[in-house]
């Protein structure tokens, strides 16, 4: 697609692309009408722009839309759909009458792009994920030692979102100088004008102090558009940002530059007096139905079984500690595993796998959203990401983690520091709502080993599956609870105490897992003999297996988290239960209630609640 | 605590300011020492900077820390906790001897601050949320046209978080300069030195590219600080930025400037040696035990009942509309609402109440960190802020909500377009998290109103209510449920329909609800009579009036929510029955399962199983 020269474009070339461009534009507005609803003055503001990244500037196969070996581009401003929908057609992914299925129940093309389309790779619509999400295909390349270039499109309100200049920074830190981002300055946003509105300076300045060689254009000049992309491609050294300044709706006098048209689709009079004054378009022909969805999404490469983890079975070792093991022993037997950490490498333990596979780490500084949607890029060219920061800080990520799962991303997240247990700090190192985040999420695994060998088996298993992968660990060193060769399935849970007269049974996990144990054995000297089960995968969960146990027990269950009581693995066990239509006799939940505050672990846990104390009067009193 | 002149401070000033940092230095040493824990070179990175805010630069009664008519300092390197009560303690807030007992399971000075202690507003302690708390104090006391200051004190690896940056372009935009932060820029992060280390350069072009006025220091040359707080308080016009160079672990040669040292506590040889190298400093008593933890928070306040609702019997109206008219009523009787909108107020219809209330309304533009820390700074002024965006952006936010529960803030959020129910937009536009998201916080509420008349009560119920209150609400246009005087308490539901031989429970809330009641009539209409239970409130529930009316239709119940069957609605409801031992005979569960896509809305509810039909099909199984 790419037809620069050493002279710059031909005026064929410069006519062919604006000619081009005024097709996106019209492809929009008679989408979005036919559709009923959409952003066609969005679309129209970035025609001309996104007709020069993909008709002059991008390394394109339309029949291989999402190929690693070609450039690629990411909206950012996912509202601005029907432009990509349109460049895609008219590059010749598929027919220009499968774009007037915007929207409809049955097509590819929705609201909002997904990787279920060629030739996109994440999910946007949630703005400000963009770039980042471009940085991670961008450093991916740089780890493949690939020539491809990133091209990112944002909007001008969407530069309000903090997350952009996460990436920014991460982007000219890592000196990414193959990733250009193109801000479409339209100067309207949905309710109000921009902070800036047309004040271009103010921009670029801002791109400049955060590192990026930047230009400042009129966006709708398409030699201006070609002769900045050309430039930025020439760049070396630093990501490039293009400042276009551009007017939304742009070609439709009725509407262009005015307030009020935010997400508005054109009536059909308004539409037919728009393609007029953009000088009249092609007629589309119905769609026949086909639909172009891509038929596969990308898996997480096979490999083969890493090295058995191999801790003494007196060896007392804390999950997260694990962590940093499981990553290098898969790390040694899967190139693709790439581990990011939002500076706090030397409390997850990912440094041991940084120093194993020292070009395989990237260290992401205090940015959690950006962390994932990286993880999110870095996992479209075929990467393995582990993901890791304080549990707690994941909450900063939720709606990047949100955005992960519309883009069937395959994304490894690990959380530490979980629960009261981690003490002194407090709760705002906290995690206590992190087993409810990740289990609202579409398609997710939520892991809750409880000792070091099953988190290294639980590690290799989010390596090898796809969709999204949470791993909460721990601050305490917990002994060793199972053999090298135990395994982990998914659902799955393991009985640890069991006797013919286990009188409840008391579920935990983590630290809690440890506390009921205690417990047991405490109960068991006095004659009560209880059943304990490691609820090591909180989702999924097997209701009739949970169901079983407990009806073995009398129908009496006890559950137990470091946790708040909302949408934890006491909400997952009991949900569960009655799904399967055999709730339990009689149930006691111990969680934390109340906020916590600083303290000793074992001074926390006591009085939050969760101790093995509080489980032995729980036990007392249900039984 | 002021002493400015024109002509600069006084040799006196100055010797007394470095005398009280040195102190400050020493004590957060000491307490971290005894702590066995915490950050003392954070600390002392920053001692100088913070003795000449409190000492110099602030407005400060410490008999009245919390003042509106005072200045505010907002920690946001919430780490430095120590720091902050040494200098509370040395202002006379509390005795030194109670900066000892920091981490102590007993005392009200934790690991990171918390406005249990006199002086702070909010917690930080998760970075770079300071600066927005500080915005939302400036603006609040521009409301209030104070000519209160408002101090941030951040470090610099927080300054990689995106929200830094929200907050920032917010400050300058509204030309909050009544705001000054302090960046404490020691070089190093947690586990790497930072980006830009001691590029101070780089760091004064970011924030003069983001309309600050500037200035470069030496962190530890008292006079060069005094000098700049004076210039700052000075400006006119702009938000300020003092960028400080500062060593981590100042004054203590063993370890200032290392890395390895960030959250390690000195050894009690350690300590001596570096007070000593300090130049000695004072014996502290031994703390008696007197806890001086603020005894009461704010509370918001209170207010005459607002005017009825007044929607004709027949209406349609959308309870995102009627969000709108309830904030126009509420704040005609209560001058102390504020509501801040992510530039969608004219699709959550806050617009309606900025018409009403133009100086009580702020446009928050597209960062939702930063509109719902402000929100935060705001009510620490005692404010009643609405923060208002689309639902499945506040999970953008998440961080800042868990946060503001340690704040033990009263902040109100509402959440628009939620569920598939909104139709073409797609996924990325439709929240199916939040109720899961917002019952794991601390003291929440999770208000989910089925019609404009509860809608606007709740509204009002919330802005009496201390702590996080959540309301849901929806695109589609719902009939009126309600009459205008109907009471609405928390926790409670309401029976829509009933009957002596009821067969089932059906709980929904919102669009579900109206499902519900098409499914009850059509179902009525062949025979079959169905409980329909609004749950208008997901959060608190009373799990044993739910068991009653369980009971009543022969324990037969199904939950049906536009939302992740992962902790919502129906966990909810089945947790709390199961909870008071009253679980369902028969039970299911109807949510969104597998990843939505565009649609109309009808189509959407019909084809993720929460239509009518769906519920009709689930009685007809159940029963």
Redesign the interface.
């Known amino acids: 697609m790419s037809a620069t020269s050493s002279t710059g474009p031909s005026a064929a070339t410069v006519a062919d692309i604006a000619e081009k461009a005024k097709l996106l534009s019209i492809y929009s507005m008679m989408s979005t009408t036919a559709?009923?609803?959409?952003h066609p003055t969005s679309c129209m503001s970035a025609a001309q722009l996104v007709a020069g990244v993909y008709f002059y500037a991008m390394k394109f196969d339309p029949k291989n839309a999402n190929s690693n070996n070609d450039d690629r581009f990411v909206l950012s401003k996912?509202h601005a759909a029907p432009l990509l929908y349109s460049a895609l057609a008219v590059a010749g992914v598929f027919p220009v009458s499968r774009v007037m299925t915007l929207?409809?129940?049955t097509?590819e093309l929705?609201?909002?792009p997904?990787p279920l389309i060629h030739g996109v790779d994440a999910?946007?619509?949630?703005?400000?994920q963009g770039l980042s999400v471009g940085a991670g295909l961008a450093i991916g390349a740089r780890m493949d030692k690939s020539d491809t270039r990133v091209y990112v499109l944002t909007g001008d309100?969407?530069l309000?979102?903090?997350?952009?200049?996460?990436a920014a920074?991460f982007a000219a830190?890592y000196k990414l100088d193959n990733i250009t981002v193109i801000c479409d300055i339209n100067r309207l946003?949905?309710?109000?004008p921009?902070?800036y509105q047309h004040d271009m300076e103010?921009y670029r300045?801002?791109w400049?102090?955060?590192?990026f060689a930047t230009q400042v254009i009129n966006g709708h000049d398409v030699p201006a558009i070609l002769a900045a992309l050309d430039k930025a491609k020439a760049t070396k050294g630093k990501p490039q940002a293009i400042l276009a300044e551009t007017i939304k709706g742009h070609g439709f006098s009725e509407v262009a530059d005015k307030m009020g048209w935010h997400g508005k689709p054109f009536s059909k009079e308004q539409l037919a007096a728009a393609i007029k004054e953009l000088g009249g378009g092609p007629t589309v022909p119905p769609d026949p139905g086909k639909s172009y969805a891509r038929t596969s999404l990308p898996k997480p490469p096979d490999f083969p079984p890493a090295p058995a983890p191999d801790y003494k079975a007196d060896a007392k070792v804390a999950t997260r500690e694990a962590y940093g093991d499981a990553l290098k022993r898969v790390g040694s037997v899967n190139k693709s595993v790439v581990a990011i950490?939002g500076?706090?490498?030397?409390?997850t333990f990912s440094?041991v796998f940084q120093n194993a596979e020292p070009d395989h780490f990237v260290?992401g500084?205090?940015?959690?959203?950006?962390l994932v949607s990286v993880a999110v890029g870095l996992q479209a060219r075929g990467k393995v990401p582990f993901a890791d920061t304080f549990a707690?800080?994941l909450?900063?990520a939720?709606?990047n983690v949100?955005?992960a799962?519309?883009s069937?991303a395959n994304i490894n997240l690990c959380g530490s520091h979980c629960g009261v247990s981690i003490?002194?700090?407090?709760?705002?190192?906290m995690a206590?709502?992190d087993i409810?985040?990740f289990?609202?999420?579409?398609?997710s695994v939520v892991f809750y080993p409880g000792d070091a060998v099953s988190t290294e088996r639980l590690v290799e298993t989010m390596a090898r599956r796809p969709g999204i992968n949470y791993l909460r660990t721990s601050r305490p060193k917990f002994p060793i609870l199972y053999k090298t060769d135990e395994k982990f399935p998914y659902p799955g849970f393991k009985v640890l105490t069991k006797s013919d007269s286990d009188k409840v049974t008391v579920i935990g996990a983590g630290v809690t897992l440890h506390e009921a144990l205690k417990a047991a054995a405490q109960l068991k000297a006095s004659g009560t003999n209880i059943r304990v089960i490691d609820l090591y995968c909180v989702?999924p969960i097997d209701g009739k297996a949970i169901a079983a146990e407990v009806a073995a027990t009398g129908g009496k269950l006890i559950t137990v988290e470091d946790h708040?009581?909302?949408?934890?693995l006491?909400?997952?066990s009991?949900?569960a239960l009655?799904?399967v239509?055999a709730?339990?006799a009689?149930?006691k939940?111990l969680a934390v209630t109340?906020?916590p505050?600083?303290?000793?672990p074992e001074?926390?846990v006591e009085?939050f609640g969760i101790s093995a104390k509080h489980i032995v009067e729980a036990v007392k009193a249900i039984v």
């Open positions: 559709a009923g609803s959409g996912g929207r409809e129940l097509s929705e609201g909002h997904t999910a946007t619509g949630s703005l400000g309100g969407e309000a979102e903090g997350q952009v200049w996460e920074a830190f946003g949905q309710s109000d921009t902070m103010r300045l801002k400049e102090s955060e590192g950490s500076d706090v490498k030397n409390s440094e260290q500084y205090i940015a959690e959203q950006n707690c800080f909450s900063r939720y709606d949100r955005m799962a519309i069937r003490g002194e700090d407090g709760p705002s190192q206590l709502e409810a985040m289990r609202a999420i579409n398609d989702k708040w009581p909302e949408g934890g006491g909400e997952a009991i949900t009655n799904l239509g709730p339990p009689k149930f939940m109340g906020m505050h600083s303290g000793k001074e926390l009085k």
